[in-house]
């Protein structure tokens, strides 16, 4: 629960008297007898001074002279709630209320407060209501009695229905004498970033996994400063870098979002990642989509809800961020709402809110997509991930069956910590723990491969494309490094087309048919050689069979409908891939093969490959390709490339391909 201050407690009580004394035989500060008010004022000064063992003292001496001194009674309760004592607490307040129910209204609602410490949430429940109907005056009060309403219901729910919850410390190599916090994983959960604070100076640290152990964490060179570094977010692939630094020269306002990127093996200095994202508020806490096309991030900027809110940029076909927008008062609270993190199904959202109904801190909830702009209620992770304390920022791996964060678990088992340099407070280390299943996001997998020319198996950098398939949008773009890496993250539950292009090579397709899936325990991990295209050779005799310089390209998106030569709408990006292909390399000629499995007779095999194949022939012809520079052929069953035991067999049988000719 969020601490109530001894000083707020005492001079809310002697300045806001919400209702004069309705008679009774009892006696007040201004009532009292004089030797009473000296022994109360005394003691009200040496609550001021925060002396309260004392002020309790005065404080039970007039009580002890006048029982029904109901001030000094309410001053004696406060000092025992400050303390903790609220059992102590509870019966004073309810003896005041007994003295006269309607001297001070907020009486009430420190007994429900009380009571809602002890977990006594009926009882609680009952008294915040009854401090609302009393008609209090107090326009903050009655925000706090409407918040813990909903926080009791949740936690009379949350603690007699508690969820599967065993942390585990990341391990000695991560987590030493200094705080550790903010962790974020690439895709393949092979590494990870983190920030450390090492004698004041906040700095990151990468660690990378070797047999399933974490390793000793090492400084992030060219992204670490003498300044300060921290709340980052790593891209899927590990090569886009978010984070937030604060009173920069060239900052918008307090804190701005910077970025890093990848190139030839090196981090780029970090660059503002400038407005309309930064401004002259508080911008932290990144989050970037699995796709690259969202940064979500914490900001205290107008137009919010509340203190802090999430906001979301989304990435302009130009590459530009676009003009945040808030997520909107399903997940924004008129409270603080921060921290967030959008898992690599692009669908589900994690984050911190003391605004949402929780354990009365700042609690860990997670939210899913309703649609592009609208999301579902929030739902608290519930108890004991969260506690009455403020839990920390979370992520969560791939799979989503672990999650990350930072806690100070082992200090409130054993104490207050004290630094290497000898600096006191709390001390977070990084632990993890297996996410219940009802709180995981949606199933996704990656693909991650390097391309290479297949002749001299040099890494090449070539543009990568991802379609969605069932919408014929594209999904994620990019362009491998030198190192021709890439990973991209794929969410299960649609089919996607992989091209593969650089120029004067021939490009490569792949085919990721996730509909129907709901799981895949392994990544598709792909090694991916680019043939050169061949210069015309020198003319040549003709012959009558086209002769082949270079094996077949299969085209795994040119999809037709079963058991005929009608090409699928889904096929329009690959044929336009090959169509660009042509028309960008005038004197490339090609033949178009078409193959069937072993379902059916030999002749209709025969005879559909040659129609499909046709099919290919007369779209680049009808999109302005010479026939000169075409042919094309059916091999029925002839020429299969895997089993035809099984499904996934026949359907690699089942292809349409190109092979470049003399």
């Given at each position: 629960?969020?601490?109530?201050?001894?000083?707020?407690?005492?001079?809310?009580?002697?300045?806001?008297?919400?209702?004069?004394?309705?008679?009774?035989?009892?006696?007040?500060?201004?009532?009292?007898?004089?030797?009473?008010?000296?022994?109360?004022?005394?003691?009200?000064?040496?609550?001021?001074?925060?002396?309260?063992?004392?002020?309790?003292?005065?404080?039970?001496?007039?009580?002890?002279?006048?029982?029904?001194?109901?001030?000094?009674?309410?001053?004696?309760?406060?000092?025992?709630y400050d303390n903790k004592n609220y059992e102590v607490a509870e019966k004073g307040f309810e003896k005041a209320l007994a003295i006269d129910a309607l001297y001070k209204k907020k009486v009430t609602y420190m007994l429900a407060m009380a009571e809602m410490q002890m977990k006594k949430f009926d009882e609680c429940i009952a008294h915040f209501?009854?401090?609302?109907?009393?008609?209090?005056?107090?326009?903050?009060?009655?925000?706090?009695?409407?918040?813990?309403?909903?926080?009791?219901?949740?936690?009379?729910?949350?603690?007699?229905?508690?969820?599967?919850?065993?942390?585990?410390?990341?391990?000695?190599?991560?987590?030493?004498?200094?705080?550790?916090?903010?962790?974020?994983?690439?895709?393949?959960?092979?590494?990870?970033?983190?920030?450390?604070?090492?004698?004041?100076?906040?700095?990151?640290?990468?660690?990378?996994?070797?047999?399933?152990?974490?390793?000793?964490?090492?400084?992030?060179?060219?992204?670490?400063?003498?300044?300060?570094?921290?709340?980052?977010?790593?891209?899927?692939?590990?090569?886009?870098?978010?984070?937030?630094?604060?009173?920069?020269?060239?900052?918008?306002?307090?804190?701005?979002?910077?970025?890093?990127?990848?190139?030839?093996?090196?981090?780029?200095?970090?660059?503002?990642?400038?407005?309309?994202?930064?401004?002259?508020?508080?911008?932290?806490?990144?989050?970037?989509?699995?796709?690259?096309?969202?940064?979500?991030?914490?900001?205290?900027?107008?137009?919010?809800?509340?203190?802090?809110?999430?906001?979301?940029?989304?990435?302009?076909?130009?590459?530009?961020?676009?003009?945040?927008?808030?997520?909107?008062?399903?997940?924004?609270?008129?409270?603080?709402?921060?921290?967030?993190?959008?898992?690599?199904?692009?669908?589900?959202?994690?984050?911190?809110?003391?605004?949402?109904?929780?354990?009365?801190?700042?609690?860990?909830?997670?939210?899913?997509?309703?649609?592009?702009?609208?999301?579902?209620?929030?739902?608290?992770?519930?108890?004991?991930?969260?506690?009455?304390?403020?839990?920390?920022?979370?992520?969560?791996?791939?799979?989503?069956?672990?999650?990350?964060?930072?806690?100070?678990?082992?200090?409130?088992?054993?104490?207050?910590?004290?630094?290497?340099?000898?600096?006191?407070?709390?001390?977070?280390?990084?632990?993890?723990?297996?996410?219940?299943?009802?709180?995981?996001?949606?199933?996704?997998?990656?693909?991650?491969?390097?391309?290479?020319?297949?002749?001299?198996?040099?890494?090449?950098?070539?543009?990568?494309?991802?379609?969605?398939?069932?919408?014929?949008?594209?999904?994620?773009?990019?362009?491998?490094?030198?190192?021709?890496?890439?990973?991209?993250?794929?969410?299960?539950?649609?089919?996607?087309?992989?091209?593969?292009?650089?120029?004067?090579?021939?490009?490569?397709?792949?085919?990721?048919?996730?509909?129907?899936?709901?799981?895949?325990?392994?990544?598709?991990?792909?090694?991916?050689?680019?043939?050169?295209?061949?210069?015309?050779?020198?003319?040549?005799?003709?012959?009558?069979?086209?002769?082949?310089?270079?094996?077949?390209?299969?085209?795994?998106?040119?999809?037709?409908?079963?058991?005929?030569?009608?090409?699928?709408?889904?096929?329009?990006?690959?044929?336009?891939?090959?169509?660009?292909?042509?028309?960008?390399?005038?004197?490339?000629?090609?033949?178009?093969?078409?193959?069937?499995?072993?379902?059916?007779?030999?002749?209709?095999?025969?005879?559909?490959?040659?129609?499909?194949?046709?099919?290919?022939?007369?779209?680049?012809?009808?999109?302005?390709?010479?026939?000169?520079?075409?042919?094309?052929?059916?091999?029925?069953?002839?020429?299969?490339?895997?089993?035809?035991?099984?499904?996934?067999?026949?359907?690699?049988?089942?292809?349409?391909?190109?092979?470049?000719?003399?």
């Open positions: 629960m969020k601490k109530i201050l001894w000083i707020f407690i005492c001079f809310a009580f002697v300045q806001c008297s919400s209702a004069q004394p309705t008679g009774g035989n009892y006696v007040t500060r201004k009532t009292a007898p004089e030797k009473l008010q000296k022994i109360y004022k005394k003691g009200m000064q040496l609550s001021r001074s925060s002396q309260k063992a004392k002020a309790l003292k005065e404080f039970e001496k007039a009580l002890k002279k006048e029982p029904k001194f109901i001030d000094a009674q309410i001053q004696w309760s406060a000092i025992h209501e009854a401090y609302l109907a009393s008609k209090p005056n107090n326009d903050v009060l009655e925000k706090n009695a409407k918040k813990n309403i909903s926080n009791s219901r949740f936690m009379k729910f949350a603690y007699a229905n508690p969820v599967p919850y065993e942390p585990k410390s990341l391990g000695k190599n991560i987590n030493t004498n200094y705080p550790e916090y903010l962790p974020s994983l690439t895709a393949d959960g092979e590494r990870l970033i983190y920030t450390a604070r090492i004698y004041g100076q906040e700095d990151f640290l990468m660690s990378t996994k070797k047999d399933g152990v974490w390793q000793k964490g090492v400084p992030l060179n060219g992204i670490n400063t003498e300044l300060n570094e921290g709340a980052q977010s790593i891209s899927a692939d590990g090569k886009f870098l978010v984070f937030t630094a604060c009173n920069r020269k060239d900052g918008y306002g307090s804190c701005d979002l910077y970025y890093s990127e990848v190139r030839d093996g090196r981090w780029t200095p970090p660059a503002n990642i400038g407005t309309p994202i930064n401004s002259r508020g508080w911008e932290s806490q990144p989050s970037i989509s699995a796709d690259g096309k969202a940064l979500y991030f914490t900001s205290n900027r107008k137009g919010g809800n509340g203190g802090r809110d999430i906001w979301v940029s989304y990435r302009q076909k130009d590459g530009k961020w676009g003009t945040p927008q808030n997520l909107g008062n399903v997940i924004n609270s008129p409270y603080n709402d921060q921290s967030p993190f959008i898992h690599q199904d692009n669908q589900t959202l994690y984050f911190m809110s003391d605004g949402h109904p929780g354990m009365g801190g700042s609690d860990l909830f997670f939210a899913r997509k309703k649609n592009n702009k609208e999301w579902f209620t929030p739902k608290n992770l519930g108890y004991p991930i969260n506690t009455e304390a403020s839990e920390g920022a979370m992520v969560l791996s791939l799979d989503g069956k672990t999650a990350y964060f930072a806690s100070d678990i082992k200090n409130v088992k054993a104490g207050e910590s004290v630094f290497e340099d000898g600096e006191k407070g709390g001390h977070t280390d990084l632990y993890s723990f297996e996410l219940y299943a009802e709180a995981r996001p949606q199933p996704v997998t990656y693909v991650q491969a390097y391309v290479f020319d297949s002749e001299t198996k040099k890494k090449l950098s070539a543009d990568v494309d991802f379609i969605d398939l069932n919408s014929g949008e594209t999904y994620a773009s990019s362009i491998t490094d030198m190192d021709g890496e890439f990973l991209v993250v794929l969410p299960i539950g649609k089919n996607y087309a992989l091209n593969i292009s650089k120029e004067k090579y021939l490009f490569h397709s792949e085919n990721f048919s996730l509909e129907k899936n709901t799981s895949l325990e392994n990544p598709f991990l792909l090694k991916i050689g680019l043939q050169p295209i061949k210069e015309k050779p020198a003319a040549t005799v003709a012959t009558a069979e086209p002769e082949a310089v270079a094996p077949p390209i299969v085209l795994r998106n040119v999809l037709f409908e079963t058991g005929k030569a009608d090409l699928k709408p889904e096929s329009t990006f690959e044929l336009n891939k090959l169509l660009q292909l042509l028309q960008t390399n005038a004197t490339l000629k090609i033949q178009i093969n078409g193959h069937t499995d072993n379902v059916g007779s030999d002749e209709n095999n025969m005879v559909l490959s040659t129609n499909r194949a046709k099919a290919v022939h007369d779209f680049l012809i009808k999109n302005g390709i010479s026939a000169s520079r075409l042919s094309y052929k059916g091999f029925g069953e002839t020429k299969p490339i895997d089993s035809n035991n099984t499904d996934w067999g026949r359907q690699n049988n089942r292809r349409t391909e190109f092979v470049m000719l003399k």
